[in-house]
């Protein structure tokens, strides 16, 4: 039960952190039709830490980001975030 609290107090979180500085900053356009920029790392680590976590490691995938952080009771997540809007669209908990 505390397990399922605390993720979902995680999910409904995770908004902003100390930025990771890094040449990814750039801003790429996914669907050039759409012309939606996507969010730059700094931005996304800034989500993930707002929400409580300590940011280790942001990565840009093919479908957006892969966010690799820390909880207060030292659990690991990994975390796949929409690069639009910043959603997490999933989150593993590594053991």
């Known amino acids: 039960m505390r397990k399922t609290l605390i993720l979902s107090a995680i999910t409904v979180c995770l908004t902003s952190a100390p930025a990771l500085a890094s040449s990814d ?13 996507w969010m730059t790392v700094s931005e996304v680590a800034d989500l993930v830490t707002a929400r409580g976590l300590v940011v280790h490691e942001v990565e840009r995938e ?3 980001y892969e966010v690799d952080a820390v909880d207060a009771d030292g659990r690991r997540f990994e975390l796949r975030v929409d690069p639009i809007t910043g959603t997490i669209l999933e989150q593993e908990i590594d053991d």
């Open 62 to 64: 093919g479908y957006g």
């Open 25 to 37: 900053d750039a801003r790429p356009r996914p669907n050039a039709a759409l012309d939606t920029p």
